[in-house]
């Protein structure tokens, strides 16, 4: 079954950088888009960042982080990463990767990431 499992996750000062993981099974991940969402509890979840399939040759971010995140994966490790710099206390929130299967959404159980000020 598909399985997507996130890591990396951490508690940070800001400014601090953490580089997030998520590791895919199940599916032919070469073939599929995948994304990044994070959600504060209370609040709608965001997405992140989206990275396109194959050589992930297009990827696209949510304001709130372009210049300071990076999406990448690695189609021989099944997995994609999300490089996370200039951390702020607002970044604080769990992570989740997500992709769809024939109009199926499945997401991972998430990371949490804590940003001080």
């Known amino acids: 079954q598909v399985q997507l499992v996130e890591s990396g996750g951490g508690s940070v000062q800001a400014g601090g950088s953490l580089r997030l993981s998520c590791v895919a099974s199940g599916f032919t991940f070469r073939r599929n888009m995948m994304y990044w969402y994070r959600q504060v509890p209370g609040k709608e979840r965001e997405r992140v960042a989206l990275?396109?399939?194959?050589?992930?040759?297009?990827?696209e971010y949510a304001n709130s982080v372009k210049g300071r995140f990076t999406i990448s994966r690695d189609n021989a490790k099944n997995t994609v990463y999300l490089q996370m710099n200039s951390l702020k206390p607002e970044d604080t929130a769990r992570y989740y990767c997500m992709t769809t299967l024939s109009g199926t959404e499945y997401w991972g159980r998430g990371t949490q990431v804590a940003v001080s000020s």
């Open positions: 990275i396109t399939n194959a050589g992930g040759a297009y990827t």
